[in-house]
């Protein structure tokens, strides 16, 4: 089992938004505003997308945003594209054990 | 451009050894902290080890430690994971990940295409 919270599936049509949630605790998201988001295709590495809870990389779409309310954190993808069909795994730094803490994933399906 | 790329994958059965290595380039090795994180076939992503710049500072995650041992070496730019005493359950990709010294917390900010490893009999 996962430290951080996702649905395990979401699904949109081209051109419309969608958000994926990941819930922790207040020892990591709630915590920390350190939380990441990466997309990852079949058969390839994972892409940082958001970090620090809501900012983008130079070279990431501005269709992508990030927030954060307590422990919970959000991914919105805004006029969704057949490209963005991917698995997207939230991450956390922690104060536990470990230094980050990962979500299960969630896969995007775009209709 | 930034390039990691692992290497040392393979099948092994279980109770052997294997060591992976990871060449950077495209960046400076030292501002940045050094971690490998790993994903079972269908599963989801795993921290399994990271070291600081100057490896005076290196986690394990529960499920490897005693097993594997994170090495870096600055002058050749790589990083390596020494992992003994295999189990079926170390099964996965070993992702090989950069995170920036001045904002560790941040996350891996960078990850190699990754090598698989498979611990059957």
């Known amino acids: 089992q996962s430290a951080l919270t996702q649905p395990a599936s979401v699904s949109g049509s081209p051109g419309q938004s969608i958000t994926i949630t990941c819930t922790g605790t207040?020892?990591?998201?709630?915590?920390?505003?350190?939380v990441s988001w990466y997309q990852q295709h079949p058969g390839k590495a994972p892409k940082v997308m958001i970090y620090?809870?809501?900012n983008r990389p130079s070279g990431v779409s501005n269709r992508f945003s990030g927030s954060k309310s307590g422990n919970t954190a959000s991914l919105t993808i805004s006029g969704l594209q057949a490209e963005d069909e991917a698995d997207y795994y939230c991450?956390?730094?922690?104060?536990?054990?470990?230094?980050?803490?990962f979500g299960g994933g969630s896969k995007l399906t775009v209709l | 451009q930034v390039q990691l790329v692992e290497s040392g994958g393979g099948l092994v059965k279980p109770g052997g050894s294997l060591r992976l290595s990871c060449a950077a380039s495209?960046?400076?090795?030292?501002?940045?902290?050094m971690t490998w994180i790993r994903q079972a076939p269908g599963k989801g992503l795993e921290w399994v080890s990271y070291?600081?710049?100057?490896?005076?500072?290196?986690y394990y995650a529960d499920s490897v430690k005693g097993r594997f041992t994170i090495s870096r070496d600055n002058a050749k730019n790589s990083l390596y994971l020494q992992m003994n005493s295999l189990r079926a359950e170390d099964t996965a990709v070993y992702y090989c990940?950069?995170?920036?010294?001045?904002?560790?917390?941040?996350?891996?900010?960078?990850w190699g295409q990754g090598t698989l490893v498979t611990v059957s009999s």
């Open positions: 990940a950069r995170a920036p010294v001045t904002s560790v917390e941040s996350g891996p900010d960078y």
């Open positions: 495209g960046f400076t090795f030292t501002d940045y902290y």
């Open positions: 070291i600081s710049t100057t490896a005076n500072t290196i």
């Open positions: 207040s020892s990591d998201v709630g915590g920390y505003n350190y």
């Open positions: 620090d809870v809501s």
């Open positions: 991450s956390s730094y922690t104060s536990t054990s470990t230094p980050w803490v």
